[in-house]
């Protein structure tokens, strides 16, 4: 029993002890030395400037923190989040923005009052952003030029292609190049070249990452020469062209004013069949062209530089096998009059809602399923013949078109008519015959219409 007595009072002897080395020589209790960063970052939710947290690394031997943040970060004000060693303090405080573009020294304090400083460092990662993102000769750097020219930039091939007036002298042109963020190119911004062939641009990105583009000039061909083009594309026409002529204007279907083409009239009831089968993409050069007509060919297909004719007015591509339309088509706006009767199409783009001055669509004896709702735009319509076709629906918006006098629907799918017909107050003439249309709307039974053709079994509604 002495025994068991004497080991408790050793153990209270030896925690007594312990106690005492807790504490100074005074009876304090000893203050931690601890006085270390044990994590550093700066989160989104406290920068604005930050898209995603950005994680330091501590050296903690040699009390240097470093950072990496994206490139284009604006480092000027960021707010870092800390964690420290217990009962330790810092300075600047935790969360206190500070401007990272050069180094920041934050002093911690232990407990004890001891201090050891670390040294913070943000660098920001170079981008590997390489692009050209303009590409233009300018009128006031290149004399051979009397307005802007910009190159289109095509991303994915890294191709610069631009187009130049008939005529331009290319051999020493200066084009204004811009780049992504911190990218440099080679050939310098602003240094003449000579574009007859093909010139290529080496573009490097501030982390030393380059690209190639190769920039194309091309020059516009005369209106003579894009004719020529046209008769040589399609061996098997019968254009009675003499190219040894010089003087177009002679040439059959071929109307031309003050040196440049206005009207080509190709069709072939005119000319007794021309027989195309190309309509070449140089088409496009044919800036003055004011009428197009190519009526009763063998083309399968439009170019999409169709849509570089801006003046154009009237297109006729009537019974061909098209079977579709460029979206470029939306780029016509000085059209009036389309027709693309007797084709093989199916879809209308709808692009086509850009052609405001468009008065006369013809779209019949084609295989259309539907019609976009932007048709609803062409605020200047009159006729539009829908005929033929296998549409089972017309979008409401056709109620938009309240100049339109001709309106025939004959020969499709419909089961129902859209009451918005009725806004149409000027139609003069509206067929709908040889549908599945049962019941027509009130509103549009109510309209006077001096000729509206229809089924027998198609009933106004009550």
Request: overall charge negative.
């Amino acid at each position: 029993m002495r025994k068991i007595s004497t080991y408790f009072l050793t153990l209270l002897l030896f925690a007594a002890c312990n106690k005492t080395d807790d504490k100074h020589n005074d009876g304090q209790i000893k203050k931690s030395k601890a006085k270390a960063i044990t994590s550093f970052k700066f989160t989104a939710n406290d920068n604005d400037t930050l898209t995603e947290d950005i994680k330091a690394v501590i050296d903690e031997e040699e009390k240097m923190i470093t950072a990496e943040a994206p490139s284009g970060t604006d480092v000027k004000a960021l707010k870092p989040s800390m964690t420290l060693s217990e009962g330790a303090k810092v300075s600047p405080r935790n969360k206190e923005a500070k401007d990272f573009s050069q180094a920041v020294v934050y002093a911690v304090t232990a407990e004890d009052g001891t201090e050891v400083e670390y040294t913070v460092t943000v660098t920001i990662r170079k981008s590997n952003a390489k692009e050209i993102t303009s590409f233009v000769f300018l009128a006031a750097d290149n004399e051979a030029i009397s307005e802007d020219v910009k190159a289109e930039i095509d991303e994915e091939q890294k191709t610069v292609t631009a187009e130049m007036p008939f005529g331009t002298n290319v051999t020493a042109l200066k084009p204004n190049i811009e780049l992504a963020t911190g990218a440099t190119v080679s050939p310098d911004n602003g240094s003449v070249k000579d574009f007859s062939g093909a010139v290529e641009y080496t573009v490097a990105a501030e982390d030393s990452s380059t690209t190639i583009y190769t920039v194309s000039v091309n020059v516009a061909l005369s209106d003579r020469q894009v004719l020529v083009e046209l008769y040589k594309a399609n061996p098997d026409n019968t254009l009675d062209w003499d190219l040894e002529y010089e003087d177009i204007s002679s040439w059959e279907g071929v109307t031309v004013e003050n040196d440049r083409v206005i009207e080509l009239l190709l069709n072939g009831k005119e000319l007794d069949g021309a027989n195309l089968n190309v309509l070449p993409a140089s088409l496009g050069y044919l800036q003055n062209l004011e009428v197009l007509n190519v009526e009763g060919n063998s083309l399968v297909s439009i170019p999409k530089e169709i849509g570089d004719i801006t003046n154009l007015k009237s297109l006729d591509v009537s019974s061909n096998s098209l079977t579709a339309i460029p979206t470029e088509i939306g780029n016509l706006i000085n059209l009036t009059t389309m027709y693309f009767t007797d084709n093989r199409l199916t879809a209308i783009p709808k692009e086509i809602g850009n052609l405001k001055n468009l008065e006369q669509l013809y779209l019949s004896k084609n295989s259309l399923t539907s019609i976009p709702s932007e048709i609803g735009n062409l605020s200047k319509m009159l006729e539009l013949i829908l005929s033929e076709n296998e549409l089972s629906a017309i979008p409401d918006e056709i109620g938009n078109l309240i100049n339109m006098s001709t309106l025939w629907l004959n020969d499709n799918s419909l089961t129902t008519l859209p009451a918005s017909i009725a806004n149409n107050t000027n139609l003069g003439w509206l067929q709908i015959q040889n549908n599945q249309i049962t019941i027509i709307p009130k509103s549009i039974c109510a309209m006077d219409i001096a000729s509206f053709t229809k089924d027998a079994t198609a009933e106004c509604e009550q």
